[in-house]
């Protein structure tokens, strides 16, 4: 699990890559640990995203709007930013124009 500053400097170099970004994709892997719906995931697709914020032990994709992601990273608090929009134990993709694939494992 990372800790609350790990979390801290996630969301600053997250918001320092895709603040302004729209997002062109989302990926849900493993639908039995997602809470929300696939619908819900897709209502984001073409949004620009404002910032990421941590909140507790969440990183929070701010849409704007009312429009908000939360993520938790879970037992080994990886984000992986590839090309590769599959990676091996990925929950969630999110895809970004003009960028990589991030994933938390």
């Known amino acids: 699990m990372p ?5 801290q400097v996630f ?5 320092k890559m895709l603040k302004g970004k729209v997002l062109e994709s ?8 997602i809470k929300v719906s696939e619908q819900g995931h897709q209502s984001l697709v073409g949004k620009k995203l404002v910032k990421v914020y941590r909140e507790g032990k969440r ?3 701010d849409f ?3 429009a908000v992601l939360s993520q938790h990273l879970m037992l080994h ?4 930013y590839s090309e590769d929009e599959n990676p091996k134990y ?7 124009k003009g960028t990589q694939t991030l994933s938390p494992l």
């Not at 989302?26 to 640990?33: A, D, P």
């Not at 608090?77 to 992986?80: F, I, Q, R, Y």
């Open 64 to 66: 704007g709007k009312d």
């Open 77 to 80: 608090g990886k984000l992986v």
């Open 3 to 7: 800790e609350l500053p790990d979390l």
């Open 59 to 61: 990183l929070l994709f």
């Open 90 to 96: 990925a929950l969630v993709s999110l895809k970004f």
């Open 26 to 33: 989302t990926v849900i892997h493993n639908k039995q640990k």
């Open 11 to 15: 969301s600053k170099n997250l918001t």
